[in-house]
């Protein structure tokens, strides 16, 4: 069974940083590219970044480029989402979500419960 | 940037046939996958490339597209089709997603 599980989120202040953690299990990691999507308060979905199987491509939304870094350990089975420079506007659930690998687009088939970004002073 | 429009809100009785559109500059050329958020709960992917069902989503659920406009269609709908339903396709190296529309039965 495919599971993601992120943790790392939680109250910080403005100018903070954090990592958020991304486990998977139940399929081969090193073989699917992955995602970060947020969904703040009272919004939609947003789709913040992704990472290539191997590292190799990296994409971001135009509305966090230079602060957020996604990363991937493929040995650990895990995906990385580093925010800098926080703002209130980055509070969100944060979820984790798996590509299906149909070339030419993104296809978010599996998806983690998301962890709580919150930024307050 | 690339926009998704979708309406805010769809409503309909229980038994009938919903329809949620995504609007979008040539959306006809793109792949189009469609989400269903329940309160709490993680996005689950309902459709995918325009009208593929993943394993397990009932054929109540399908998916269809015009030059300009994706559409979901959920047949004989049920009170557990509740949700925020999300359109979204890849562009020139970003995913993007509609604003959302949220499904009322009643």
């Known amino acids: ?121 | 940037s690339y926009e998704l429009t979708q309406p805010l809100s769809v409503s309909v009785a229980p038994g009938q046939t919903a329809r949620i559109t995504c609007g979008g500059n040539n959306v006809g050329s793109k792949d189009v996958h469609w989400y269903q958020q329940k309160p709490g709960q993680a996005p689950v992917l309902v459709i995918y490339k325009d009208r593929n069902r993943p394993s397990g989503i009932p054929e109540r659920f399908s998916g269809s597209k015009s030059e300009n406009t994706a559409t979901l269609t959920i047949s004989r709908a049920q009170p557990g089709d509740d949700a925020d339903y999300y359109c979204q396709l890849w562009d020139s190296g970003t995913a993007v997603f509609g604003g959302g529309t949220k499904l009322t039965v009643l």
């Open chain 1, 1 to 121: 069974e495919v599971q993601l599980v992120e943790s790392g989120g939680g109250l910080l202040k403005p100018g903070g940083s954090l990592r958020l953690s991304c486990a998977a299990s139940g399929f081969t990691f090193s073989t699917y590219s992955m995602n970060w999507v947020r969904r703040a308060p009272g919004k939609g979905l947003e789709w913040v970044s992704a990472i290539s199987s191997s590292s190799g491509h990296i994409y971001y939304a135009e509305s966090v480029k230079g602060r957020f870094t996604i990363s991937r350990d493929n040995a650990k089975n895990s995906l990385y989402l580093q925010i800098n420079s926080l703002r209130a506007e980055d509070t969100a659930v944060y979820y984790c979500a798996r590509d299906l690998g149909i070339a030419g687009t993104a296809t978010l088939d599996y998806w983690g419960q998301g962890t709580l970004v919150t930024v307050s002073s």
